[in-house]
């Protein structure tokens, strides 16, 4: 079935633009010598999002860069804690790893626990996890921002299963991104991938349908708001999508309508065939590192 | 095996055994099905220190297998591993067991990732992994108590406590193991930079007087030293060939182990790997229908 989108959805959004613009960042960098090298300067990064939730992060720059670097916004994966980036920063990035509200080091104030963030407030788009969860990984962007060594032109983002469908709506939604690369995306076509899988954490949704069977419809308006399918049109910078066709966790079905639905003309699908959720991540990144260099660190292939 | 080593678990398993596990266990209706039921399970180890497990039992009158998932390298507790189909619930017991400062066994020691790794790793006796062990031993003796079980099928599966709960528990059947801590920990550290094991290059980093004191502690958790003990059929999964881990890397655990081992050399795949292993459980658990609990898009 085609991803609905909602008659109301950029006004939605707008809304809570706006919200989120009412409430200053607060950016704080604090170094962590225990995780800082020779080549890479690792910090605590924090700053503050809608609803006033302080978001954590790991932000780590290449010790030797020049005055300003380009960056990566790293976004996690829904069980995993979100990694210290020193990979990206020895490529020459300056790197931020998010852990949006609710994961580990973010979650004195909202902490629905996992499983039940997915479902947390799932009847209503004004309360949803996804709501908060999405504006703590566009803010990462104006932490970038707030940052003089980072070249405002030059900032990348990517991340693999939530952090592929993260991936999707910061692309979509904010403009100073100018490449991104998203694997195995979640997050998109939620309806179909209930039925198309029964593995978590899509099977939280089937859990709490089996409990509340005349929820359905509410649950399907509210997801219709969250659902990267439906912000896909709203990305214009280059983008690169990689899927496993036997994805067990994130059904490739539901990636690869979320691409058709892509409003980039720079945009490449990179499906894997005898892959599940790992999306090819061994042969495929080559592939983000030369995208990267290329839309970032203006190398050629 | 020295004589430290053995003296050193002996006294925890005794230090374990004086705190009674004291279970407590309550339906949970909303990730409970028609064929199968979950429940939240609360039970007290060492320190004394309560922690929280998912108990689900299938629908019948059993017995039935178990996999006993020990506890992961990670913040979040899975009630089965994600990718896992939910079906797989159907035909065995599963228990998955959050160790201290993992959540929802947060409180009052709340773990951080990256971090665990080195905590309290300056001495055998503070290192917390020595609880963390003593959780995981904890959960399988709270597993094979329950009725339901067939004690002549039980798989431990996870990582490197997987092979260390079966070596000192004795419960396990089976074993499905990746190791990734604590094997050769100090020398592989230094053959990579990605975390988990970077931690301990970072560790060493900003404490370098502590080196030594810190092999010793490792030394209390090298697989090689608990592998005489593991007599179950074990299952290695490996790296994939020409990686830190591969085959040929875990060539000492194999030969120590006392029971017998198939290795399992990753093929870079979720799919493919993670597709071996679900068989592999099920022939040695003597579950012919193996398709119909994989996932949709596995079939």
């Known amino acids: 079935m085609p991803v609905r989108k909602p008659d109301d959805f950029d006004a939605f959004w707008d809304g809570v633009l706006r919200q ?51 960056a990566i916004v790293f976004l996690p994966g829904y069980q995993m804690d979100p990694p210290i980036p020193k990979e990206w920063a020895r490529k020459g990035y300056l790197a931020l790893s998010v852990a949006p509200r609710g994961k580990l080091r973010s979650m004195r104030q909202f902490n629905p626990g996992y499983p039940n963030l997915l479902t947390h407030n799932i009847v209503d788009r004004h309360s949803y996890t996804y709501r908060g969860f999405y504006v703590d990984t566009w803010r990462a962007i104006d932490l970038l921002l707030s940052r003089p060594e980072v070249d405002a032109t030059r900032i990348g983002v990517t991340g693999s299963s939530q952090g592929g469908g993260l991936t999707i709506t910061t692309a979509a939604m904010r403009r100073e991104v100018r490449a991104a690369a998203a694997g195995a995306p979640y997050l998109c076509g939620y309806m179909d991938a209930i039925e198309l899988t029964h593995t978590y954490p899509y099977e939280e949704i089937n859990d709490y349908l089996r409990l509340h069977p005349e929820s359905r419809r509410a649950v399907e308006t509210t997801v219709a708001y969250f659902d990267g399918t439906n912000f896909a049109d709203r990305i214009a910078c280059p983008i690169i999508v990689n899927i ?31 892959h599940g959720h790992d999306a090819g991540r061994v042969k495929h990144n080559p592939v983000i590192d030369r995208f990267f260099a290329k839309h970032l660190l203006g190398q050629s292939a | 095996m020295t004589a430290t080593f053995r003296t050193y678990w002996q006294e925890t398993l005794e230090e374990l055994a004086r705190y009674p596990a004291s279970p407590e266990v309550d339906v949970l209706p909303l990730r409970s099905t028609p064929f199968a039921t979950l429940y939240g399970v609360r039970l007290t180890s060492l320190g004394p220190y309560r922690l929280f497990g998912y108990l689900s039992i299938p629908a019948g ?27 797989q619930r159907s035909r065995y017991i599963t228990f998955s067991l959050a160790s201290r400062g993992q959540r929802n066994a947060d409180s009052p020691y709340a773990a951080m990732f990256p971090g665990l790794l080195t905590d309290g790793i300056d001495s055998p006796a503070s290192y917390v992994f020595r609880g963390i062990v003593a959780d995981s031993v904890r959960g399988l003796e709270f597993l094979t108590t329950r009725r339901e079980l067939d004690p002549a099928r039980v798989v431990v599966a996870g990582n490197d406590l997987a092979l260390i709960t079966a070596a000192l528990a004795k419960r396990a059947t089976h074993v499905v193991a990746t190791p990734a801590l604590f094997y050769k920990t100090a020398e592989l550290a230094l053959k990579t930079s990605a975390y988990p094991l970077e931690e301990i290059n970072d560790y060493f980093r900003l404490h370098p007087a502590r080196a030594a004191a810190v092999r010793d502690t490792l030394a209390y958790y090298d697989l090689r030293a608990f592998a005489p003990d593991v007599s179950a059929t ?28 198939t290795v399992y050399e990753s093929e870079q795949s979720s799919y493919k790997d993670g597709l071996y292993a679900e068989q592999w459980m099920a022939s040695q658990c003597g579950i012919t229908d193996v398709r119909s609990i994989l996932p949709e898009h596995w079939r």
Not at chain 2, 242 to 261: I, M, P, Q
């Open chain 1, 20 to 70: 989120a613009a009412s409430v200053p960042l607060e950016p704080e960098l604090i170094p962590d010598p225990l995780r800082t090298s020779e080549d890479v300067e690792v910090f605590h990064a924090f700053y503050t999002s809608i609803d006033h939730v302080r978001v954590a992060a790991w932000y780590c720059r290449p010790a030797r860069r020049a005055e300003r670097a380009p």
């Open chain 1, 244 to 274: 496993g066709l036997q994805d067990n966790v994130c059904p490739p079905e539901t990636g690869r309508e979320l691409f058709d639905r892509i409003g980039s003309k720079d945009k490449q699908l990179y499906p894997y065939d005898g």
């Open chain 2, 61 to 87: 009158a059993g017995p039935f297998p178990a996999i006993y998932y020990a506890p992961k390298y990670q913040s979040v507790l899975e009630i089965i591993p994600q990718g896992t189909a939910n079906p």
């Open chain 2, 234 to 261: 074990t299952l290695l999964m490996a790296g994939a060939r020409g990686s830190t881990l591969d085959g040929a890397a875990l060539g000492e655990l194999v030969a120590a182990t006392k029971g017998a081992v």
